[in-house]
């Protein structure tokens, strides 16, 4: 019997929304799509907030109807009696700012115009996003969090999380992700971009009114990132050099169903904005130094890196980890090895399943005893 969940929504009034864009935006109103899966206990001391990565979205467990298709995207991992076990830990997944599937983004209204944000939309960061997940914690009545984790834009987020909010979590899991995003990852983003915003039916953001989405280049983009996502082994193993009856070569059939599929789920404007704020990640911009910054971490950190990712690859992971244990961090780096590249992490559930469970129930580090070693 699958896990029946409900998408919830946190709508914030003119009156109530007090959230400024570190580019200086104020929104005048703010809707935060959010899911919740088990329960707080009478401290609210078990809460995990999940954070997504770049096309995803609240629905990271359970279905919603018992003959949905899918279940949520990290359904092997959060649920009753699963790795993060919905019987003891109290789950939270929303949907990030710039999002198109609840929260505010650029295909939202906009109070001032009565129509969509489209590029009226400010200029968002992954701190913006990190604030407005705080915004939801604060009205849900969370101060405390046993923990925070995401793979790749959602590992970015539980670093600013880790830097921003020091004391609000015990632990912190960074999965496939790096404190500032590499110019290998901000040149692959250029070329994702480059499709989108050469798309003819673009019109510099302005087109959800013509009728005519810039979807030639959407999909562009989509098939260039998953093949980022993926490994040259992974395509060896499954598609070898098969083509289909009308001679399409098999890897072609993916990329193209990918690249089609996604139109069906996703937001030209809200991928131009979160590859932009994925360039501008980087945790060390507030503090002026990245040493500043990993001083300010004060949970334990686990770094998921995987032998396969070519995004970001674990010599990368492994010097955060060595850096932050540099300066008196808690630290430590585990390895996924496997096929799937990048998208190991939402893949290989049972290989990430046991080190993310044990690393959530271990005791947290005794920090004074820390501090007095140092
Ligand atoms: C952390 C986050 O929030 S990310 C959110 C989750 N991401 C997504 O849902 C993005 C879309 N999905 C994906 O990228 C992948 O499905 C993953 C990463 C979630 C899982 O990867 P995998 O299990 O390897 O799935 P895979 O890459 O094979 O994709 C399966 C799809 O490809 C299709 N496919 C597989 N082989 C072929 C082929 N030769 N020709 C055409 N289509 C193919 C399947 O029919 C299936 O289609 P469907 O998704 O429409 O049902
Ligand atoms: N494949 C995942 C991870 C990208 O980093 C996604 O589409 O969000």
Redesign the pocket.
Known sequence: MPVIVEKKYLHLSKDEVTFTTESGYTFDELTIAYEVYGEPDIYKNNVVLVL??L??DSHAAGKYREDDKKAG?WDGLIGPGKYIDTNEYCVICSNVLGGCQGTTGPSSINPRTGKPYAADFPKINIRDMVRVQKILLDKLGISHLRAVIG??M?GMQALEWAVTYPTMMDKTIVIAATPALSPFNIAFNYLGLSAILNDPNWNGGYYYESGLKPDKGLSLARMIGMIT?KSDELFDVR?GREKDPSGMF?CE??ME??GQ?FLQRFDANTYVYILRAMNEHDISKPYGSMKRALQRIDSDVLVIGIDTDIIYPPKYLKEFVSNLNKVGGCAVYKELSSIQGH?SF??DIDLLGPIVKSFIQQEQTNREAKIVEL
């Open positions: 997504h990565a096309s995803g995207w793979g790749s959602g996502y598609f098999q059939r993916y169903h990918h599929s998208d939402l893949v």
